[in-house]
């Protein structure tokens, strides 16, 4: 019980927080675009970046297909906290529980975020 309302309490905080601030540094200079720049080209400049997550689950989101995760400090890419990531697949919803230690990568595009290769290192309740 105790954790199901800390778990509530803190998507509403990431909610408002989450990490999507990090964004907003990289579109600050107004290049002159020389008109024909396609598409496909400013797609390029944004490619997935992957980053190396280590956490607690502590809830499933399943209709947003979501983990909440209490994770550990990501260098360059965000500071220890608890939040929402969107899975890949399904799949991954099942495998985990509460309390579960994972690893994960996380796939960051624009401010797109989504986990991978979820891997649980230690159950919930299982001792070292
Ligand atoms: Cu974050």
Redesign the pocket.
Known sequence: MRIVSKAAFVVLL?GM????SSDQQKTSSPSPVSSAQPASQAAADSAPKTYHLEGTVVSIDRQQKRLIID?KD?PG???A?T?PYPVADDQTLNRVKPGDEITADVVAKDSD?HIDNVVVVKKAGTKK
Do not use: E, N, S
């Not at 927080?17 to 999507?20: Q, R």
């Open positions: 990431v927080i989450g990490c999507g994770g990501i890419f965000m500071a906290m939040m975020i």
